[in-house]
């Protein structure tokens, strides 16, 4: 029986926002656009960066490097080039991949050329809470790997994610001048966001966010169609595996934001753009896909609950 090998390795996962969307709408133009970015942009940066991309498949691709400053650079490189290479197609098919980079041990399959592991599992969670064209880094790769200078670190606080037992603290990298400083004291916000609603066959849906322990935790709550993901299930085909986050703004007040969804999210009608935290309001209404709620205010006794 063959020996299985384990090493320390960098990992960099990275999938693309709205997928669906852009195959429905030009499939044949999509794939000939992932070919180009793939062999013009992500290949030449993850060799130049000492890496080898491990697979692509279709709108995700995973690579791994010796080091974890390398693979944050090559992240770096690979989401300005392909700023640059959006700039040159039509608007509605631009390739937003977010991008996560993990500093874990691996296990190694040299027949199948493929990686596996806790390194890996973790990398794609902390894929999924990047900024369509961002990048998201552990902490275990904040701590260890010097960013340019023109870069900064942004703390965004702890995360759960799905089948994992700790937290996830997550980074942000940004370029200075969009990075924003954490404030070092918050107001604390009470009360409890009931959400509840209906899609468009009738399924009634409903959850319970409580204000304060988001704050105090610094956390996020990701609702999507991925059990193994999200923190709120939606059993509907129009959400997104991955389709929203809600977190506390640096206002202290409770935001919204479409984490590149296909079907999109929408505030009182209005589709708001992906990748950008929107204030919310009691009362008002919001969908994600065809999943329509509305929320009031209450005192707060219990947790979240989805």
Request: charged share 25%; proline share 3%.
């Given at each position: 029986?063959?020996?299985?090998?384990?090493?320390?390795?960098?990992?960099?996962?990275?999938?693309?926002?709205?997928?669906?969307?852009?195959?429905?709408?030009?499939?044949?133009?999509?794939?000939?656009?992932?070919?180009?970015?793939?062999d013009k942009i992500w290949q030449p940066a993850i060799e130049d960066g000492g890496g080898s991309l491990v697979h692509s498949a279709g709108?995700?691709?995973?690579?791994?490097?010796?080091?974890?400053?390398?693979?944050?650079?090559?992240?770096?490189?690979?989401?300005?080039?392909?700023?640059?290479?959006?700039?040159?197609?039509?608007?509605?098919?631009?390739?937003?991949?977010?991008?996560?980079?993990?500093?874990?041990?691996?296990?190694?399959?040299?027949?199948?050329?493929?990686?596996?592991?806790?390194?890996?599992?973790?990398?794609?969670?902390?894929?999924?809470?990047?900024?369509?064209?961002?990048?998201?880094?552990?902490?275990?790769?904040?701590?260890?790997?010097?960013?340019?200078?023109?870069?900064?670190?942004?703390?965004?606080?702890?995360?759960?994610?799905?089948?994992?037992?700790?937290?996830?603290?997550?980074?942000?990298?940004?370029?200075?001048?969009?990075?924003?400083?954490?404030?070092?004291?918050?107001?604390?916000?009470?009360?409890?966001?009931?959400?509840?609603?209906?899609?468009?066959?009738?399924?009634?849906?409903?959850?319970?966010?409580?204000?304060?322990?988001?704050?105090?935790?610094?956390?996020?709550?990701?609702?999507?169609?991925?059990?193994?993901?999200?923190?709120?299930?939606?059993?509907?085909?129009?959400?997104?595996?991955?389709?929203?986050?809600?977190?506390?703004?640096?206002?202290?007040?409770?935001?919204?934001?479409?984490?590149?969804?296909?079907?999109?999210?929408?505030?009182?009608?209005?589709?708001?753009?992906?990748?950008?935290?929107?204030?919310?309001?009691?009362?008002?209404?919001?969908?994600?896909?065809?999943?329509?709620?509305?929320?009031?205010?209450?005192?707060?006794?219990?947790?979240?609950?989805?």
């Amino acid at each position: 029986m063959p020996r299985t090998e384990r090493r320390l390795s960098a990992i960099l996962h990275a999938d693309l926002a709205g997928f669906v969307r852009l195959v429905e709408n030009q499939e044949e133009q999509t794939f000939e656009h992932l070919r180009a970015a793939r062999d013009k942009i992500w290949q030449p940066a993850i060799e130049d960066g000492g890496g080898s991309l491990v697979h692509s498949a279709g709108d995700a691709m995973l690579a791994e490097f010796g080091s974890a400053a390398a693979a944050v650079q090559a992240a770096i490189e690979i989401q300005e080039r392909m700023a640059h290479f959006n700039e040159t197609i039509d608007e509605d098919q631009r390739l937003m991949f977010r991008i996560g980079v993990h500093l874990g041990e691996i296990i190694i399959d040299e027949a199948g050329h493929d990686i596996f592991g806790d390194g890996v599992n973790l990398a794609e969670r902390i894929q999924v809470l990047a900024e369509p064209g961002g990048i998201a880094v552990s902490r275990a790769v904040r701590d260890v790997a010097r960013l340019r200078d023109d870069y900064a670190y942004v703390d965004a606080g702890e995360h759960r994610a799905k089948h994992v037992s700790l937290p996830l603290h997550i980074y942000r990298v940004r370029a200075r001048e969009h990075a924003a400083t954490v404030p070092t004291r918050r107001a604390t916000v009470r009360g409890i966001f009931h959400f509840h609603g209906a899609d468009e066959t009738g399924r009634k849906f409903g959850f319970d966010l409580e204000m304060d322990e988001l704050a105090k935790r610094k956390q996020s709550v990701l609702i999507g169609r991925d059990s193994t993901q999200c923190d709120v299930v939606l059993l509907n085909p129009s959400v997104s595996r991955a389709h929203a986050r809600l977190s506390i703004g640096r206002d202290n007040t409770l935001q919204i934001e479409d984490i590149g969804s296909t079907n999109g999210t929408s505030i009182n009608g209005e589709r708001i753009a992906a990748g950008f935290p929107h204030p919310w309001r009691q009362g008002r209404r919001s969908s994600w896909g065809r999943s329509n709620s509305s929320s009031v205010t209450t005192k707060p006794p219990a947790g979240c609950s989805g």
